[in-house]
């Protein structure tokens, strides 16, 4: 019976099938719509807008202009910015997360911190300039606090509104992030390969320099390249702990783009836009591929 | 473990703790004593600053915006994601790649960058449909569609939506039925943990709001701070607070329910997107 009923089924599926084909796409119509309407068109305008100049002929000066000396020193500066703090927050939060991950793995110290970690790791913006402002700023607490034992943490002016301030404003929500992303790789080292080390004679050193060290060296490139990655795309708090403006590549675009100067060059700003996403593009597609060789033992 | 090693390792993770706790706790103390600092630091404590918050009717409008913002959004994208995604699954499974993909691609646009992109249809949304700030959502909705694509495709992971769909279709459900009684129901805790995410990001947004001339609540935050440090930092520690209180509960909704190591793992990618470059 049922094999004389199985053509019949399928035939009639398949015409239902092939009918209701249009149907079955619309399903998915308003995500596509919505997709390309607010992500797809948008990038398209940054692509074709950075190869038109101001009446919209096709030309590649927007490209030759980002040779300029203003651009040039905001493109080193945010490099500067993004490598310092994703280097010492990388280090800062793997450090923290070895703290973490050598503890009772089930305990409330480690859900605490990790908590913690996915709050701060969002945090940014202009609360946090605030808090740091408050703590250190030229009338924060801590700040008149020393002040008042005779420490001047700003001897030579007030560094806080400066690259270094910005560095470490950023370690905030740098430092939560690599422990949220480094901790399920320290968690996949297991404790019998120390001992296996040991039995065999080996030291605490050559555990990491043979052992861990290797092990956990692409899941540390990579987490280093998302924080990168993360510095290098923030805006908001330098936007408001910055007055002066064009600082780093952020607010170089921002600075492009918005008219109130008069300045505007939007097909400069489109390039800039454009040359970023690239360029965290690569740095993210990096970090896919270092993630993927560290879940292949991780498991 | 050697005894001396034991010790070595607790005197490091004490350290680390110790400095870990200062660097993250002591602003968020500096703000509480800036909060309430009268003129001076030694002057009487004072709650002025913090009622002043809704003596300031641009910060209350800011904060009310903000707010509908938020809901706004996270209906629209459980609205625009989940039976998406749920359709794929069943019907369409070729497109399941093509939908992350799509989703995921926020996450290689900076915000700042994707704003100069979005700045024409922003103006020409405001010309010919509305200049209200509730428009800002359909943006907000793209920044939040990585977080809330993996909390939800977690939430599909641990389920088996064919088998639930079918046998409820066959009880003669039609698809509304399947996806409101059935499928909502079993997925609560990713569909509570993806609309969370979304409201942290939305109320944490500065960079689309502040480019596309929007005033939303960090950008009156931001100025209300050039005029009065004090009132503006009552405000930053009010919506930290809450957005505190938010993550908070969204990271113990996320624990996964003892269900044993599967879940735990299908649970867990949740915790590992990257933050929202949009906040910063």
């Given amino acids: ?299 | 473990m050697s005894r001396s090693r034991r010790i070595k390792l607790q005197v490091f993770r004490g350290v680390v703790f110790l400095i870990m706790g200062l660097f993250f706790l002591g602003p968020i103390a500096a703000m509480f004593e800036f909060s309430t600092r009268g003129n001076s630091v030694i002057a009487p404590r004072t709650l002025e600053a913090w009622t002043n918050i809704i003596k300031t009717p641009d910060l209350v409008d800011a904060i009310i915006a903000s707010l509908e913002l938020a809901a706004i959004t996270s209906i629209a994208m459980l609205v625009l994601l989940l039976p998406t995604m749920v359709w794929v699954r069943l019907r369409l499974p070729a497109l399941y790649r093509v939908v992350e993909f799509l989703c995921l691609l926020p996450l290689t646009i900076p915000a700042i960058a994707l704003v100069v992109g979005l700045f024409p249809i922003s103006r020409w949304m405001r010309i010919n449909l509305s200049d209200s700030i509730l428009m800002l959502s359909f943006f907000y909705l793209v920044l939040v569609l990585p977080y809330s694509y993996r909390a939800l495709d977690a939430g599909l992971a641990a389920l088996d939506i064919r088998t639930l769909s079918e046998a409820a279709r066959s009880l003669g459900a039609g698809w509304a039925t399947v996806m409101t009684r059935v499928i909502v129901p079993n997925m609560s805790s990713a569909i509570l943990n993806a609309s969370l995410l979304a409201v942290a990001v939305v109320l944490g947004e500065y960079t689309f709001a502040n480019l596309l001339t929007y005033e939303n609540l960090q950008v009156a935050i931001a100025y209300v701070g050039l005029v009065s440090a004090g009132t503006s930092i009552a405000v930053a520690v009010a919506s930290l607070l809450f957005a505190f209180v938010l993550l908070m509960v969204l990271s113990f909704v996320a624990r996964p329910r003892q269900r044993g190591a599967r879940a735990e793992k299908t649970l867990a990618p949740v915790q590992l997107v990257p933050p929202a470059a949009g906040t910063r």
């Avoid at chain 1, 305990?107 to 740091?132: D, E, P």
């Avoid at chain 1, 092990?215 to 805006?235: E, I, K, Q, R």
């Avoid at chain 1, 908001?236 to 600075?255: D, E, H, R, Y």
């Fill in chain 1, 1 to 299: 019976m049922s094999l004389a009923g199985t053509p019949a089924v399928n035939t009639a599926a398949r015409s239902a099938r092939s009918g209701r084909l249009p149907l079955t796409w619309l399903g998915v119509a308003p995500f596509f719509v919505f997709v390309g309407l607010f992500l797809l068109l948008p990038t398209g305008i940054i692509a074709a807008g950075s190869l038109g100049d101001k009446d919209g002929h096709l030309t590649l000066s927007n490209f030759t202009e980002l040779q300029q000396a203003y651009i040039i020193k905001s493109f080193l500066n945010s490099a500067v910015i993004s490598i310092a703090s994703a280097l010492v927050g990388a280090l800062a939060g793997a450090l923290s997360a070895y703290a973490v991950a050598t503890g009772n793995p089930r305990g409330t110290l480690r859900r605490i911190v990790t908590s913690a970690s996915g709050v701060f790791a969002q945090f940014g913006g202009v609360t946090l300039v605030f808090a740091f402002l408050a703590a250190i700023g030229p009338v924060g607490l801590l700040r008149v606090l020393l002040q008042d034992h005779g420490v001047d943490i700003f001897p030579n002016g007030v560094w806080l509104y400066d690259m270094s301030g910005l560095t470490l404003i950023y370690m905030y929500f740098q430092i939560p992030l690599m422990v949220l992303v480094f901790l399920p790789a320290l968690d996949g080292i297991r404790p019998q390969w120390r001992e296996a080390t040991e039995s065999l004679g080996g030291t605490t050193w050559h555990y990491w320099r043979y052992v861990a060290g290797p092990l956990l060296a692409p899941a540390f490139l990579g987490c280093t390249l998302l924080l990168f990655a993360n510095a290098f795309s923030a805006y908001a708090t330098a936007a408001v702990l910055l007055t002066q403006g064009g600082v780093i590549l952020p607010l170089q675009i921002s600075n492009l783009f918005t008219s109130e100067t008069g300045q505007a060059q939007p097909g400069l700003a489109k390039a800039l836009a454009l040359a970023m996403i690239a360029i965290v593009t690569i740095v993210m597609l990096l970090y896919t591929l270092l993630q993927r060789r560290t879940s292949r033992w991780l498991r």
